[in-house]
């Protein structure tokens, strides 16, 4: 059977994948995109969205326990039923992509469910349900085939039923106990929300502090916060041996045990790079991520974007470079990919944004740093919030140059007080400029100014 000709072809709908391949249609491109499972990829059926709605109910009850001590007394009842209705009606539609296919295709890309590999320069095969499909590409190739869960090979692990994110916002009702294997955005988040339904949550972290990537001040306001709310948090241990009889037991390198009924991986993720032929195009199946340059391209009629390229695994960062492959491929003028100012924020309780460079990071580069942290029950706002006030905003400056390079605000609402200095590292506002702006009394942002002046810039 002769190959179709194609503009092209979008291997793995994720986020940045949908964007791209029904944008190029709309240009008027002939566009097919492939998934083997759901169009939208792993954020709005398995990540960002059910989780956020978990994350939403389990603050509006960690809201209403807190009425106490400010405003009398408030009974509260948590019904797991509330939240895993709303995901699977609202957010997921039962993990049925119909109306994401049916936009697609509105657009006026194919959609085409199988598995995708590439065939050599310009050529695509897809095994379907009913057998394989050969496409031939004039313009361009575009990965975007995200991630799975990564497994780590603990004795034992293997052959029980422990769950992933994949499992657990689909659960109808919620263990009694649970161990969470990783304390890193998805270990936390997870943990919080379901503790605040009454899980009596323990985290299992082998690096020596929950939120790594994170600044330390920032990872011990949360574990502070976590273990406040009855979580135990067993950082700088691994575990070493997992066994299930009913129940999990986990055997730590310390030589002691974590039990729990049920038991959460979310130790990293695995890029999908194994199995799609790269190696057809010179390009190494065993490499941890795709190398891009600043249009997103992999190789001769080849672009790659989302969390294989290894610049972020965050939603925005696979639209952002979907945008930029659109640019490329439709002939249009940058800007071109820049990742100075990558932010991102984890949505725990009180939430972590950053942006741009940990101190760590800046010092690594060889920068002359200057940093400073104002605390937030310190401020005006934090003094009034009183309970679960804790928080702060940290700055990263790059002395020689007077401008920040990065920035951490943990606090309530923290993800939506980073705005402001996502855009002074991006823009390299001036840190003069900045101190001479109005802060709005009483905000929480206002202690960004007790903190640019601590800065001795
Ligand atoms: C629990 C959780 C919470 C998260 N929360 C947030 C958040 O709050 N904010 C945020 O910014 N990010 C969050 N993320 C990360 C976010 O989900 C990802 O960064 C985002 O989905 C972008 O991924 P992607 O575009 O690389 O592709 P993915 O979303 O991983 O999609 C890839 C698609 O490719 C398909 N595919 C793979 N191989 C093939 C093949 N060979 N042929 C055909 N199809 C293929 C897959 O089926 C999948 O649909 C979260 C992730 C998880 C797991
Ligand atoms: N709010 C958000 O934006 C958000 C939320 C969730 C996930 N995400 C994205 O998804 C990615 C994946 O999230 P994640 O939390 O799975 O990965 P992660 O890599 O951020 O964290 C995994 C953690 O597991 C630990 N770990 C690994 N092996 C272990 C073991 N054997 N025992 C104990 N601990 C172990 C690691 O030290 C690490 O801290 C994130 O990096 C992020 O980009 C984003």
Not at 393 to 398: F, L, N, T
């Amino acid at each position: 059977m002769a190959a179709a000709e194609v503009d092209v072809v979008v291997i793995g709908l994720g986020p940045g994948g949908e964007h791209l391949a029904a944008s190029l249609a709309r240009e008027g491109l002939s566009v097919v995109g492939v998934d083997r499972r759901l169009v939208g990829g792993e954020c709005p059926y398995f990540g960002c969205i059910p989780t956020k709605m978990m994350i939403r109910a389990a603050d509006a009850l960690a809201e209403a326990r807190r009425v106490e001590g400010l405003a009398g007394v408030a009974d509260v009842h948590p019904h797991w039923d509330d939240v895993a209705g709303r995901i699977r009606d609202e957010a997921t539609d039962d993990w049925d992509d119909k109306v994401a296919v049916e936009r697609l295709e509105k657009a006026g890309a194919r959609f085409v469910r199988g598995h995708a590999r590439l065939a050599g320069p310009g050529r695509v095969t897809v095994q379907t349900a009913d057998g394989t499909q050969e496409l031939s590409v004039r313009r361009g190739v575009v990965l975007n085939t995200g991630t799975e869960p990564a497994v780590p090979p603990i004795d034992g692990l293997a052959g029980t039923p422990y769950w992933t994110n994949r499992d657990v916002v689909r659960l109808p009702e919620l263990p009694a106990s649970l161990a969470v294997l990783g304390g890193g955005a998805i270990g936390c988040e997870l943990a919080q929300s379901l503790a605040r339904f009454g899980v009596d949550v323990t985290i299992v972290e082998a690096g020596e502090r929950i939120l790594g990537p994170e600044e330390p001040e920032a990872s011990e306001v949360v574990t502070k916060a976590l273990e406040a709310e009855g979580i135990t948090v067993r950082a700088g241990v691994g575990a070493e041996q997992v066994s299930y009889d009913g129940a999990f037991s986990l055997r730590l390198a310390d030589g002691s045990t974590v039990g729990a009924s049920s038991l959460l991986v979310a130790a990293g993720r695995r890029m999908n790079l194994g199995d799609i032929g790269l190696d057809t195009v010179g390009l190494d199946p065993s490499a941890r991520s795709i190398e891009v340059d600043e249009r997103m391209r992999a190789s001769d009629g080849l672009w790659a974007v989302g969390d294989i390229t290894g610049k972020g695994a965050f939603t925005h960062i696979s639209m952002y470079q979907a945008n930029v492959a659109i640019r490329d491929l439709t002939g249009a003028d940058g800007p071109w990919a820049d990742y100075r100012a990558v932010s991102r924020v984890t949505f725990t309780d009180p939430e972590v944004g950053s942006v741009g460079m940990t101190e760590k990071q800046a010092r690594d580069a060889g920068l002359d740093v200057a940093t400073a942290v104002a605390p937030l029950p310190e401020s005006s706002r934090g003094w009034i919030h009183k309970v679960d006030n804790e928080g702060l905003v940290k700055v990263v400056a790059d002395a020689g140059r007077g401008v920040l390079v990065g920035a951490t605000t943990v606090g309530p609402a923290g993800g939506e007080i980073l705005g402001m200095l996502v855009t002074a590292v991006h823009a390299e506002v001036p840190v003069a400029t900045l101190r001479g702006m109005h802060f709005a009394y009483p905000t929480f942002h206002r202690t960004i100014e007790t903190a640019l002046g601590d800065l001795g810039l």
